[in-house]
Nanobody, 119 residues
Framework: QVHLVESGGGLVQAGGSLRLSCAASGDGISISVMGWYRRAPGKERELVAAITSGGSTNYADSVKGRFTISTDNAKNTLYLQMNSLKLEDTAVYYC?????????????WGQGTQVTVFL
């Protein structure tokens, strides 16, 4: 199984930056895709950014040019660098991993970390 723990959320002024981290742990796993999702009050959960094991990335239109997703495979850690933050970026951010274990394809979610952007 894969256990995911997010960190790095907090309060940040609009226009500022924040870096989220997601530490992954587990044995005998093969992660194919990791991503960041977010859920703002009154809105559905949405994909923010994703990255494959090969390094390909995908971003929501709303964050393109501002956010960067990356991984440190040696540390089994996923990152989301968030720049030029806007009020609408306020949400709980969740780390997600799609992976294979013993021939099974599974998905794990972190508990989430709050990001609040203020004027």
């Amino acid at each position: 199984q894969v256990h995911l723990v997010e960190s790095g959320g907090g309060l940040v002024q609009a226009g500022g930056s924040l870096r989220l981290s997601c530490a992954a742990s587990g044995d005998g796993i093969s992660i194919s895709v990791m991503g960041w999702y977010r859920r703002a009050p009154g809105k559905e959960r949405e994909l923010v950014a994703a990255i494959t094991s090969g390094g390909s990335t995908n971003y929501a239109d709303s964050v393109k040019g501002r956010f960067t997703i990356s991984t440190d495979n040696a540390k089994n850690t996923l990152y989301l660098q968030m720049n030029s933050l806007k009020l609408e970026d306020t949400a709980v951010y969740y780390c997600k991993a799609d992976y294979a274990l013993g021939g099974r394809f599974l998905r794990s979610w972190g508990q989430g970390t709050q990001v609040t952007v203020f004027l």
